[in-house]
């Protein structure tokens, strides 16, 4: 079992910063890749970014790509989301997941099997 914590989202004005974590216990060690994921109401779940436990992969999406930074810390069993130049479209509920298996793609959500509960980014304008 894999039990995520989200944390660091909150309000920022456009253009600014955010970093959110996800902290990750219990069977880390099985843990293939870690993902970020953000959905707004009546939207699909998006992809944001994913990273492989021992490092291997990165991916990210590509509205997301060249102002987000996922990365992670394996003695603390975290990975984080660094976000710049937030816009106002960036506003969502943020996810973390973590994947058990190897799968050809890692930017779906039928990708992960475990999640958390979510972080609320909002960004004003």
């Known amino acids: 079992q894999v039990q995520l914590v989200e944390s660091g989202g909150g309000l920022v004005q456009a253009g600014g910063s955010l970093r959110l974590s996800c902290a990750a216990s219990?069977?880390?060690?099985?843990?293939?890749?870690m993902g970020w994921f953000r959905q707004v109401p009546g939207k699909e779940r998006e992809f944001v970014a994913a990273i492989g436990w021992s490092g291997g992969y990165i991916g990210y999406g590509d509205f997301v790509k060249g102002r987000f930074t996922i990365s992670r810390d394996n003695a603390k069993n975290t990975v984080y989301l660094q976000m710049n130049s937030l816009k106002p479209e960036d506003t969502a509920d943020y996810y973390c997941?973590?994947?058990?298996?190897?799968?050809?793609?890692?930017?779906?959500?039928?990708?992960?099997?475990?999640w958390g509960q979510g972080t609320q980014v909002t960004v004003s304008s």
């Open positions: 219990g069977r880390t060690f099985s843990t293939v890749a």
């Open positions: 997941a973590a994947g058990f298996r190897v799968v050809t793609d890692f930017r779906r959500v039928s990708s992960y099997d475990y």
